[in-house]
């Protein structure tokens, strides 16, 4: 099969529309004139009349193009190029003028429910910046660029996130939760990548939405739960063993009291117990024996 050739955008050919508008007002002027002239020397106007359907043909020529707006053009189903700077123009009268926006855009996408690399269903939703930059490739290499945008991005998000867990589990994997600027930065770059054929430039994508799925919601938020007890727990005990060993070095430093090794153990038990304790401590003070 041959290989496909992709359109390239051209600059069509246009005239000044102001200086074409004068000159087509001079020749209504002449004509009218003519054809006055004609009547009163009682001649048939026939060749003034056939002068007047030229003229109102070229009319149909003028068009104008606003702002951030683009004029494609195209002459009896062949391409003939793209105007995008604005102002008034004429161009042939038989050119079908297109007109297509180079405004910058936002795409809110649906929230889809998809699993995760680790396979727990979730939630998702994006938002995407993006803008037409290749007029040819928007109109004719893609039936709908906007329809387009729209299905390529549910097809961005849900490879994305089947490639990545929802939170980071180990290590310094990229999870969609943890590394938001990672991910936006590969969804932009994938997207882009399917976009090309359709001449749109993607400028940002962002995860809008991002959630567990509902069945699942109330587990996961117990384990975030338990991860969370179990990492402040450890942050605990650490600083507990640090302030023991702090208490035992100044005790010897000192000259306080001596312990031997099971009186140290014991006062490292009591300490622990006193520091790890979730409710206030109730201390026993020791009086001394009768005997």
């Not at 002239?37 to 104008?64: C, Q």
């Not at 040819?136 to 945008?149: I, K």
């Not at 991005?153 to 994997?173: C, F, I, K, M, S």
């Not at 399917?194 to 430039?201: D, E, P």
Request: charged fraction near 20%; glycine fraction near 4%.
């Amino acid at each position: 099969m041959p290989e496909h050739t992709k359109f390239q955008e051209i600059k069509a050919t246009a005239f000044n529309g102001f200086i074409l508008f004068l000159i087509l007002m001079g020749l209504i002027g002449l004509s009218i004139y003519s054809l006055f002239a004609n009547l009163l020397n009682s001649e048939a106007p026939i060749f003034t009349l056939l002068s007047i359907l030229p003229i109102l043909i070229i009319m149909f020529g003028f068009f104008t193009v606003s702002p951030n707006v683009a004029k494609a053009m195209t002459f009896f189903g062949s391409y003939s190029g793209t105007i995008k700077k604005s102002g008034f123009y004429w161009a042939n009268p038989f050119f079908k003028k297109m007109k297509i926006s180079l405004k910058v855009r936002n795409f809110n996408s649906d929230t889809l429910k998809v699993n995760d690399h680790s396979g727990n269903p979730i939630e998702i939703g994006a938002v995407v910046v993006w803008k037409v930059n290749n007029t040819a490739e928007a109109l004719f290499e893609v039936d709908n660029f906007e329809d387009f945008v729209t299905i390529q991005t549910e097809a961005a998000l849900r490879d994305l996130a089947v490639a990545y867990p929802y939170e980071q589990h180990e290590g310094n994997e990229i999870a969609l939760r943890s590394h938001s600027a990672e991910i936006a930065e590969k969804l932009r770059d994938e997207l882009q990548s399917r976009l090309n054929s359709a001449g749109v430039t993607v400028i940002e994508a962002r995860i809008s939405h991002l959630a567990y799925a509902r069945e699942i919601a109330s587990a996961m938020l117990q384990r975030q739960q338990a991860s969370a007890i179990l990492a402040a727990r450890k942050l605990i005990v650490k600083g507990a063993v640090s302030i023991v060993d702090d208490a035992l070095k100044q005790l010897n430093e000192k000259n306080i009291v001596e312990l031997d090794d099971e009186r140290k153990a014991a006062m490292v038990s009591n300490l622990l117990v006193v520091l790890c304790s979730e409710n206030n401590a109730q201390p026993i003070v020791n009086a001394g024996t009768l005997y």
